[in-house]
Structure formats: C-alpha cells, structure tokens
C-alpha cells in the first residue's frame, strides 16, 4: 500500500466502506453483495455507444421475438459485467488484478427491465510469495427478480495485504476446475428457434456446418481505447475498483497511470468478433479467462479467433455449439497463437479467452 493509499484510509470514517484485503478472506466465507441493479434499455444503448457491438439479436425486438425472445435480450457480456459490478465492492475494491475466470455459465436471457442480485462464496486463498499480496479464489452466482440463476462462474484475485507482516492463511487452491463447459451444462434459451435465421438481416451467412475446427479468423477491426471511455464503460457496471479511477493515486503506483478493466477488453474482443462470427448470436460459456497484460488508455485492440470445437446439442436440430479461443491484442494487428499454457506471452497479447456460443445450424 503507498503511504498515499495509507493515510487516506487512516482518516477516513469508520461509517466508510474499506472494503476487504487479502488477509480478510477465509475459505467457505459466503458474502451477499448489495446494490441490486435493475438494468435498463438505456445501459444497453450506453453499453452499445461504448462497444461498438452490432450482433443483430441484441438490436432488434422484432427480430429477437422472431427467433422465439420475448425481445431483445441484453447483451450476454453486459448482462456478465452487471453480475460481476455486483461483487466489485466486496472482492476487488482494493484488488492489484483480476486474474482469471473458469466454469463461467450463463443461464436464463437477461432483458431490460430485469434485476440482478449476487452473492460469492470464498474458495480458495493463497499469499504470494512476495507477502504483499495473495490471490482469493471465489464463486459467484447472480440471479434475477424471479430467483432464476442468470449467471454462475468463478474467478480469482490479486488482492493487496492490509499488513505485510500478517501471517499467512493455510494456502487452499481450488483442485480439478473443468478445462470448459460440457455441452450438455449448456443453457438453451427456452423457446429458442432459430431455424428462419436470416443471414440478411445479420450480415453473414456463415452458420455452424462453416466453420472448421482449427480454423483461425482475424477479425480486422481494430478499436483505440480512450479515457473517458473505459471509465464509462466501467462505471456503467458499477466497478469501483480503484485502479481504473484514481489517477492520484494510481500515479505513485507500479504502472504510473489507471489501467482499464480487464472485463472491458472482453467486451471490446466480442464487439470486434461480428466481423467473422456474426451468427454467433449467444455467449453461453465461458471456460477460461487469462488477462496476460495490462490495458491502458491510448491502446488500440484487436482480436483474433481459432475453433476449438464444434459441438452438436443434444435434441436440437436448429443451433449448434462452437468452442472458441479469442485472443485480443493492444498496439499489433498480427495475429498470433501462442500456446495458452505459456508463461511468456508475447506482450501485446492482453486477453486469451476460451469461451463457447451457440450458433444456428443449416
């Protein structure tokens, strides 16, 4: 902690919200986050204006309703991001980092209107070998208004010591996390019918029997990352962690400046994958999440994409599955595929993420 950090927290109130450090964590800890938040049409055409997104189910009621939604559903990664600001306070208000996601589900469509609640259950702690940190492991589930689950993932944290000098707590590291989401964890919208998807009306007529395993798409777009950008973007899901915000503080840290949410490049990654995965018109899982740099104001981002898998669902003859591998990059449009296990990344690879969408059949 910097002696800035120090002394402000030493003045402040005790009526104010410190929020946890790392030694505050203990394994079966279960936390109710507060703040439920009913998510709007409003968020989603902010979310849109900041990401660019053009995937057409999530623009068009008619034609969402035509594929068997009660309309357009919000965004699969804003609906993510809801859930996750949720937490924020509690897990990684005083985070370095966040590190990474597994077993990430998504459940029932979320639309606007509609209020997300969550809770997490602490999973796993280990100190650094630095002592000045350690990472907290945690799972978390977020619900709507009728107590149907929306979202279910977990995910682990740098978090900052509050004393160096504290003991460590008996390290527990979660075992056996699945590599993904079987195909039959998969939740399947109900009343979902894709079989008149329209090419026309989403720009591509690329569906699941195109698409190769170990076929690579460079995505081409890429998206330079301003400022007031990534803080709205960041606001907007109601993350106050403070490493993406203050700037007098974050000056005397390691980096010298705010770093931008690492969830944000998620969201950067899918916007720019339309051009190429168009039809990929759900996020049903993600698998592993690797924030291998960080990000920061100034950046440009690209993306690229590898098939992984293509999966058939169990009694559908209209959608399929496809197991995806996206890699984002700051300041590189050169696609490159570094092997995921690597403890050298190149350093423009920021974001290295294994998630599958479904996707209708022909």
Same mark, same amino acid.
């Given at each position: 902690?910097?002696?800035?950090?120090? &002394?402000? @927290?030493?003045?402040?109130?005790?009526?104010?919200?410190?929020?946890?450090?790392?030694?505050?964590?203990?394994?079966?800890?279960?936390?109710?986050?507060?703040?439920? =938040? %009913?998510?709007?049409?409003?968020?989603?055409?902010?979310?849109?204006?900041?990401?660019?997104?053009?995937?057409?189910?999530? !623009?068009?009621?008619?034609?969402?309703?035509?594929?068997?939604?009660? $309309?357009?559903?919000?965004?699969?990664? +804003?609906?993510?991001?809801?859930?996750?600001? $949720?937490?924020?306070?509690?897990?990684?208000?005083?985070?370095?980092?966040?590190? /990474?996601?597994?077993?990430?589900?998504?459940?029932?469509?979320?639309?606007?209107?509609?209020?997300?609640?969550?809770?997490?259950?602490?999973?796993?702690?280990?100190?650094? #070998?630095?002592?000045? @940190?350690?990472?907290?492991?945690?799972?978390? @589930? /977020?619900?709507?208004?009728?107590?149907?689950?929306?979202?279910?993932?977990?995910?682990?944290?740098?978090?900052?010591?509050?004393?160096?000098?504290?003991?460590?707590? *008996?390290?527990?590291?979660?075992?056996?996390?699945?590599?993904?989401?079987?195909?039959?964890?998969?939740?399947?919208?109900?009343?979902?019918?894709? !079989?008149?998807?329209?090419?026309?009306? %989403?720009? #591509?007529?690329?569906?699941?029997?195109?698409?190769?395993? /170990?076929?690579?798409?460079?995505? +081409?777009?890429?998206?330079?990352?301003?400022?007031?950008?990534?803080?709205?973007?960041?606001?907007?899901?109601? &993350?106050?962690?403070?490493?993406?915000?203050?700037?007098?503080?974050?000056?005397?840290?390691?980096?010298?400046?705010?770093?931008?949410?690492?969830?944000?490049?998620?969201?950067?990654?899918?916007?720019?994958?339309?051009?190429?995965?168009?039809?990929?018109?759900?996020?049903?899982?993600?698998? #592993?999440?690797?924030?291998?740099?960080?990000?920061?104001?100034?950046? @440009?981002?690209?993306?690229?994409?590898?098939?992984?898998? $293509?999966?058939?669902?169990?009694?559908?003859?209209?959608?399929?599955?496809? =197991? +995806? $591998?996206?890699?984002?990059?700051?300041? *590189?449009?050169?696609?490159?595929?570094?092997?995921?296990?690597?403890?050298?990344?190149? *350093?423009?690879?920021? +974001?290295?993420?294994?998630? %599958?969408?479904?996707?209708?059949?022909?």
């Amino acid at each position: 902690m910097s002696d800035l950090t120090a &002394n402000f @927290t030493a003045e402040v109130s005790e009526k104010c919200f410190h929020s946890r450090y790392f030694e505050d964590y203990s394994v079966g800890d279960e936390i109710v986050h507060s703040v439920p =938040r %009913t998510i709007t049409e409003g968020d989603a055409a902010v979310y849109m204006a900041l990401t660019g997104s053009r995937f057409a189910l999530h !623009s068009s009621d008619e034609y969402a309703c035509e594929m068997g939604y009660a $309309r357009a559903p919000i965004d699969d990664i +804003l609906a993510f991001h809801m859930v996750f600001g $949720r937490t924020v306070p509690d897990i990684s208000l005083n985070a370095v980092a966040n590190l /990474g996601y597994a077993s990430v589900t998504f459940g029932v469509p979320v639309y606007a209107g509609d209020t997300v609640n969550a809770k997490s259950t602490v999973i796993g702690v280990k100190e650094n #070998s630095n002592r000045r @940190t350690g990472t907290v492991y945690v799972h978390s @589930t /977020g619900w709507n208004q009728k107590g149907e689950v929306a979202l279910d993932y977990i995910r682990w944290v740098m978090m900052r010591k509050k004393n160096e000098a504290s003991p460590a707590p *008996e390290a527990v590291v979660p075992g056996d996390l699945p590599d993904h989401v079987a195909v039959d964890g998969l939740h399947i919208p109900k009343g979902l019918d894709v !079989s008149k998807w329209d090419g026309e009306v %989403t720009g #591509s007529d690329a569906l699941f029997e195109d698409y190769d395993v /170990g076929e690579r798409i460079h995505h +081409l777009d890429g998206q330079t990352i301003e400022e007031a950008e990534h803080q709205m973007a960041t606001r907007l899901y109601q &993350n106050n962690a403070r490493v993406h915000f203050n700037q007098h503080v974050e000056k005397q840290g390691r980096f010298g400046q705010r770093i931008v949410y690492g969830g944000y490049i998620i969201s950067l990654a899918r916007a720019i994958s339309c051009n190429g995965l168009a039809n990929a018109f759900r996020v049903a899982a993600i698998n #592993s999440g690797r924030h291998a740099a960080p990000i920061f104001a100034g950046n @440009t981002i690209y993306a690229w994409s590898e098939i992984l898998d $293509r999966m058939d669902i169990p009694g559908r003859g209209d959608v399929g599955a496809l =197991r +995806l $591998r996206t890699l984002a990059s700051k300041d *590189e449009s050169k696609a490159q595929y570094p092997h995921k296990d690597s403890k050298d990344f190149p *350093e423009n690879i920021v +974001l290295d993420l294994d998630y %599958t969408v479904l996707i209708p059949r022909r």
